[in-house]
């Protein structure tokens, strides 16, 4: 069974900085690109970043480009994401999501909070 298990959220002011982990399980990791997503209060979820396998290659929403870089670890199952000058609209649940077979599977996700 794939199990996805976000951590790292918080509170963090304009300007700084989190880093977000998401632990993977029950997939051969290594085989599977690996994405983050984020749902801001009233609002769809939105994909943020998406690393391939392989070479891990990277993409982003054009909203965060130059400031988050998502990043993998196969050795440790688990993919990141670097969060540099965080803006209040950057505050939301961040889930990681993986897709084999076709199926989509979803962290719980992590709170976000940016303000001052």
């Known amino acids: 069974q794939v199990q996805l298990v976000e951590s790292g959220g918080g509170l963090v002011q304009p300007g700084g900085s989190l880093r977000l982990s998401c632990a993977a399980s029950?997939?051969?990791?290594?085989?599977?690109?690996m994405s983050w997503y984020r749902q801001a209060p009233g609002k769809e979820r939105e994909l943020v970043a998406t690393i391939s396998s392989g070479i891990s290659s990277t993409d982003y929403a054009d909203s965060v480009k130059g400031r988050f870089t998502i990043s993998r670890d196969n050795a440790k199952n688990t993919v990141y994401l670097q969060m540099n000058s965080l803006k209040p609209e950057d505050t939301a649940v961040y889930y990681c999501?993986?897709?084999?077979?076709?199926?989509?599977?979803w962290g719980k996700g992590t709170l976000v909070t940016v303000s001052s």
């Open positions: 999501n993986v897709r084999r077979y076709g199926l989509d599977y």
């Open positions: 029950g997939l051969t990791f290594s085989r599977y690109a």
